[in-house]
């Protein structure tokens, strides 16, 4: 149930129901009535991807609007995009992220061992 989960994670119960309410407008989850009702995954959790749900909830995962795949926008400065370095050094960062985050599922969070990836990452 959706308060469940909104007291186990310490979120607000109405932040939670905005969120699948959108998820659900993008095809990621579907919802039942009914006693045995809810939210239920619209597909395997292996081919839901972060970057997939990030984009539903924040938008544009890009660090410049001119990096944007799904809303690009030329920066209001801009004197040429070829010629940018904070473009050039961004959009290393927007390709990392990308790859990260579209390479990841939610099957894959689920089976890591709690802590195990930030203690990977320190070591």
Do not use: N, W
Request: a neutral charge.
């Amino acid at each position: 149930m959706i308060s469940d989960i909104a007291a186990q994670q310490k979120i607000p119960k109405k932040f939670l129901e905005q969120i699948l309410l959108d998820l659900k407008h993008q095809g990621i989850v579907i919802s039942r009535r009914g006693k045995q009702g809810g939210y239920l995954l619209r597909k395997p959790a292996d081919e839901i991807t972060f970057g997939e749900i990030l984009r539903v909830i924040d938008g544009p995962l890009a660090p410049l609007p001119c990096l944007s795949l799904t809303a690009y926008r030329r920066c209001d400065d801009c004197d040429g995009e070829q010629t940018c370095e904070i473009r050039h050094v961004f959009a290393r960062v927007a390709d990392a992220t990308r790859k990260v985050l579209f390479s990841t599922t939610i099957a894959d969070a689920v089976a890591q061992p709690e802590g195990a990836e930030v203690a990977r990452l320190m070591a």
